[in-house]
């Protein structure tokens, strides 16, 4: 199984600071699975201009092949204006119309207030339904309050990004179990 | 008011309504073509892919064998990618119309964004100048859009480049002494585009996606539209034919002399299960490698029905989806992309027999206008 996690911004740390440990938790509790951690900070990716990925050269390339050979994928994001940002934005228009098709894609949002709780739901929810994800519904919500010195200080934080985790895998293998019964059953 | 109308309408029906400037006998029945995009993939089912020279030799000699089949048109597109191999089509297309000699050839499709009218016109009135008046020309602009990079175009001006192309193109087509200013292109100047093609003209069709937008273009345009359905329901694409009319109409130009022309996935086999099982590997693996994502099992399962766009299935069953098709669009042209996926060249020519001794027989039969 692969996974990718993808932090959404190239600004600020809490995305990241949260990203960091969906990764420890990944790979200590389910070393099995092929986990890359993507920050667009660290990349350099253009802006979409309606070509196909496979088009796409460098980072934009690299980044948007490693999202369309995954199984899942976890995405963090922070809320800005009320919205995801555009560099996460940017990231879905790279990718064909159907580009979640198959996939599983959950979801870590971090805020600076608590009045963002339901952007995700009504903002980045029907884009990856748009794109045909299989949505894990519930997603972990973190505030500035729950962070200190770039480190997670809530618990409950923590236990809910173990439940993320267990969640995504769970819907993972369920879904790619479910549909290769199905395609088996096809003549052809 | 009344007889005013009635004048009108008395006007209309005194012009030659019939789809003669593009070379279309309706008396005939539906036409039947096949159409290449070049595809030169691995077979998925042995990991084999031949050489470039050879699938270039086969898609010439497959447009041999359509003529000796009956098949009325045979059409290679440009693909500036890898996995085609025949991105000079109109070389190709040549090659064709000197091995042939009353099949109709075309292009599909010609991406006239990325060249120049003038140059694509005298490729083509030469093809069609070799042929004894059998070339047409499909313009497109291009659903993959890497060859504006290696062509040396910014993919921004995809719309505009296309559109003041083909209007050049179509110009160049309606006029023998060209005066012409655009943006994309030196200006020309009482210029005389040769040589002429054999009839003065040639048919010119505009390639259209699939989406009513698209259409929609063609029809203000007043120019035959060449159709791509990939999949779903044929009943959707009606709706997009009929915008395509409903434009034309509102433009002032007559339908009743715009042919309408689709293109889909075709196969055929004893059986639609045996059919579907074997054109589903090489549609599978030639969209993942094309375009970055297979073709879902589910969406090709429905193939099976009737009233689905895709042709793949027994003889008997695709006759009768290109009859159910040609009910609900009543259009001039059918086109088959039989090699998607870099299908084998021995069942292409099994293909080819049985469209020529079951499939054509019974087509004409059922749409040939009295």
């Given at each position: 199984?692969?996974?990718?996690?993808?932090?959404?911004?190239?600004?600020?740390?809490?995305?990241?600071?949260?990203?960091?440990?969906?990764?420890?938790?990944?790979?200590?509790?389910?070393?099995?699975?092929?986990?890359?951690?993507?920050?667009?900070?660290?990349?350099?990716?253009?802006?979409?201009?309606?070509?196909?990925?496979?088009?796409?050269?460098?980072?934009?390339?690299?980044?948007?092949?490693?999202?369309?050979?995954?199984?899942?994928?976890?995405?963090?994001?922070?809320?800005?204006?009320?919205?995801?940002?555009?560099?996460?934005?940017?990231?879905?228009?790279?990718?064909?119309?159907?580009?979640?098709?198959?996939?599983?894609?959950?979801?870590?949002?971090?805020?600076?207030?608590?009045?963002?709780?339901?952007?995700?739901?009504?903002?980045?929810?029907?884009?990856?339904?748009?794109?045909?994800?299989?949505?894990?519904?519930?997603?972990?919500?973190?505030?500035?309050?729950?962070?200190?010195?770039?480190?997670?200080?809530?618990?409950?934080?923590?236990?809910?990004?173990?439940?993320?985790?267990?969640?995504?895998?769970?819907?993972?293998?369920?879904?790619?179990?479910?549909?290769?019964?199905?395609?088996?059953?096809?003549?052809? | 008011?009344?007889?005013?109308?009635?004048?009108?309408?008395?006007?209309?029906?005194?012009?030659?309504?019939?789809?003669?400037?593009?070379?279309?006998?309706?008396?005939?029945?539906?036409?039947?073509?096949?159409?290449t995009l070049g595809d030169h993939i691995a077979n998925?089912?042995?990991?084999e892919r031949i050489s470039a020279q050879q699938r270039i030799?086969e898609i010439?000699?497959?447009?041999?064998?359509?003529?000796?089949?009956?098949?009325?048109?045979?059409?290679?597109?440009?693909s500036?990618q890898e996995y085609f191999t025949t991105q000079?089509?109109?070389?190709?297309?040549?090659?064709?119309?000197?091995?042939?000699?009353?099949?109709?050839?075309?292009?599909?499709?010609?991406?006239?964004?990325?060249?120049?009218?003038?140059?694509?016109?005298?490729?083509?009135?030469?093809?069609?100048?070799?042929?004894?008046?059998?070339?047409?020309?499909?313009?497109?602009?291009?659903?993959?859009?890497?060859?504006?990079?290696?062509?040396?175009?910014?993919?921004?001006?995809?719309?505009?480049?296309?559109?003041?192309?083909?209007?050049?193109?179509?110009?160049?087509?309606?006029?023998?002494?060209?005066?012409?200013?655009?943006?994309?292109?030196?200006?020309?100047?009482?210029?005389?585009?040769?040589?002429?093609?054999?009839?003065?003209?040639?048919?010119?069709?505009?390639?259209?996606?699939?989406?009513?937008?698209?259409?929609?273009?063609?029809?203000?345009?007043?120019?035959?539209?060449?159709?791509?359905?990939?999949?779903?329901?044929?009943?959707?694409?009606?709706?997009?034919?009929?915008?395509?009319?409903?434009?034309?109409?509102?433009?002032?130009?007559?339908?009743?002399?715009?042919?309408?022309?689709?293109?889909?996935?075709?196969?055929?086999?004893?059986?639609?299960?045996?059919?579907?099982?074997?054109?589903?590997?090489?549609?599978?693996?030639g969209?993942?490698l094309t375009?970055?994502?297979?073709?879902?099992?589910?969406?090709?399962?429905?193939?099976?029905?009737?009233?689905?766009?895709?042709?793949?299935?027994?003889?008997?069953?695709?006759?009768?989806?290109?009859?159910?098709?040609?009910?609900?669009?009543?259009?001039?042209?059918?086109?088959?992309?039989?090699d998607f996926g870099g299908m084998?060249?021995?069942?292409?020519?099994?293909?080819?027999?049985?469209?020529?001794?079951?499939?054509?027989?019974?087509?004409?039969?059922?749409?040939?206008?009295?």
């Open positions: 199984m692969k996974i990718v996690g993808l932090s959404g911004s190239i600004v600020g740390s809490k995305t990241r600071t949260a990203m960091n440990y969906l990764s420890k938790e990944i790979s200590e509790k389910y070393p099995e699975v092929e986990f890359n951690l993507i920050d667009l900070a660290e990349y350099d990716i253009q802006f979409s201009d309606g070509r196909n990925y496979l088009e796409y050269e460098g980072d934009t390339g690299f980044v948007s092949k490693q999202i369309m050979e995954a199984d899942a994928i976890v995405i963090g994001t922070p809320i800005f204006q009320a919205s995801i940002p555009a560099t996460l934005k940017n990231i879905f228009d790279l990718l064909p119309e159907k580009g979640f098709r198959d996939k599983v894609v959950s979801m870590i949002v971090t805020a600076g207030s608590p009045k963002h709780y339901l952007i995700a739901e009504q903002q980045l929810k029907p884009i990856l339904s748009y794109m045909k994800a299989q949505i894990v519904q519930s997603y972990v919500f973190i505030e500035e309050k729950d962070f200190y010195r770039k480190e997670i200080v809530n618990d409950d934080i923590i236990f809910r990004i173990q439940r993320l985790v267990e969640d995504t895998i769970v819907l993972t293998e369920t879904y790619s179990s479910l549909r290769k019964a199905k395609e088996e059953e096809y003549w052809f | 008011m009344v007889g005013k109308k009635n004048k009108v309408t008395l006007f209309i029906r005194m012009v030659e309504r019939n789809m003669k400037e593009y070379r279309i006998d309706q008396s005939k029945g539906l036409e039947f073509g096949l159409y998925p089912n042995t990991g030799n010439i000699e497959l447009a041999k064998l359509a003529e000796q089949a009956g098949i009325d048109f045979f059409s290679v597109g440009e500036h000079a089509h109109t070389v190709v297309l040549s090659a064709i119309a000197q091995a042939t000699e009353k099949i109709k050839i075309g292009s599909s499709s010609t991406i006239i964004s990325t060249s120049d009218p003038v140059r694509v016109y005298e490729d083509f009135a030469t093809i069609d100048l070799i042929s004894d008046g059998r070339a047409e020309i499909v313009a497109g602009r291009a659903s993959r859009i890497g060859l504006f990079e290696l062509l040396g175009y910014n993919v921004q001006d995809y719309e505009a480049l296309f559109e003041e192309k083909f209007d050049l193109l179509l110009k160049i087509n309606k006029e023998e002494v060209i005066n012409w200013t655009g943006q994309f292109r030196q200006s020309l100047k009482n210029a005389k585009v040769l040589p002429r093609p054999k009839e003065g003209s040639l048919p010119i069709w505009r390639a259209v996606g699939g989406t009513p937008a698209s259409a929609m273009k063609a029809g203000y345009a007043g120019v035959p539209m060449m159709l791509a359905t990939l999949g779903g329901a044929a009943y959707h694409f009606k709706s997009v034919i009929d915008a395509y009319r409903e434009v034309a109409k509102n433009n002032g130009y007559d339908p009743e002399t715009l042919p309408v022309g689709t293109t889909g996935f075709f196969h055929v086999a004893e059986t639609t299960q045996d059919a579907l099982k074997e054109m589903y590997p090489f549609i599978n693996e969209m993942k375009n970055g994502q297979g073709f879902p099992k589910q969406a090709f399962a429905q193939a099976i029905d009737k009233r689905s766009v895709i042709n793949v299935g027994s003889p008997q069953e695709v006759i009768e989806k290109i009859l159910y098709q040609h009910e609900l669009f009543g259009h001039q042209r059918y086109l088959a992309q039989m084998p060249y021995a069942k292409l020519v099994k293909n080819i027999e049985i469209i020529g001794t079951e499939i054509l027989p019974a087509i004409r039969k059922y749409t040939a206008q009295k």
